[in-house]
């Protein structure tokens, strides 16, 4: 199967600062895209850009919460201002706190309401009406395993993902009409300092997560992958 070339295309990735968003933002400048990184740290988006210098395409700091609603119309209008299109978003920013029901606090559990819904919503909400324009388009949003199978200590981020699941399913059936594909990457633990815990060292690398990514956004037109649910294989003497 022979891929489409991201060259000329612009990308806008959130959450692009660390772990898979990073990895995603790299990956593409590679690729040949026009990257729009968004996060809210400016520093480490600044070092993103020049590590992404000698890319065939490159990186372009946009540092923005994405919870906010005036920022993000602001930002997406900006780019689109200037790029005269949108080819593909990848909603990737979000978090987890983890604990009983009765011990997470109504600030955590706002906080994963508002960056893994929330912010998939708002960037989706404005970026979507320009590929319907253009009749063209890819929205990836990553969610996770936690947002197809439930497990103690992870009510609010568990309800975040599987809320992410019904949105991207409502979401396809709403953008298939105008051609605008929609896909969902739902990894098992991966090699990020995520939660309160160190990662796994069996668990997926961020660059294998970003590589399903751009196989899905560099798919021949008339495919679409729909989700995805990666797992890493626990070692044999680690199994239960």
Not at 106 to 131: I, R, S
């Amino acid at each position: 199967m022979e891929l489409q070339s991201l060259h000329n295309k612009v990308a806008l990735i959130t959450g692009a600062s660390k772990g898979i968003g990073r990895a995603m933002s790299t990956l593409f400048a590679e690729k040949g895209a026009t990257v729009y990184a968004i996060a809210r740290s400016a520093e480490l988006l600044k070092e993103l850009a020049n590590e992404a210098g000698n890319k065939k395409g490159r990186i372009i700091p946009a540092p923005c919460d994405v919870t906010n609603a005036g920022a993000i119309e602001e930002l997406i209008g900006q780019i689109v201002r200037k790029k005269e299109h949108i080819d593909v978003l990848i909603n990737n920013a979000g978090l987890g706190h983890f604990g009983a029901i009765h011990e997470l606090t109504e600030a955590q559990w706002d906080e994963m309401m508002d960056v893994n819904l929330k912010g998939v919503f708002l960037c989706t909400k404005y970026t979507a009406p320009h590929m319907i324009k253009r009749q063209s388009g890819h929205i990836i949003n990553i969610s996770s395993v936690a947002g197809t199978v439930a497990f103690p200590g992870g009510s609010g981020y568990c309800a975040s993902k599987f809320g992410l699941m019904a949105f991207t399913d409502v979401l396809t059936q709403e953008l298939k009409p105008h051609n605008v594909k929609v896909s969902v990457i739902c990894p098992g633990s991966v090699q990020t300092h995520f939660g309160q815990n160190d990662p796994k060292d069996y668990a997926l690398r961020p660059e294998e997560v970003a590589y399903m990514a751009y196989q899905m956004a560099a798919a021949p037109e008339h495919i679409i992958m729909n989700q995805l649910i990666m797992r890493p294989v626990v070692p044999r003497q680690l199994q239960k």
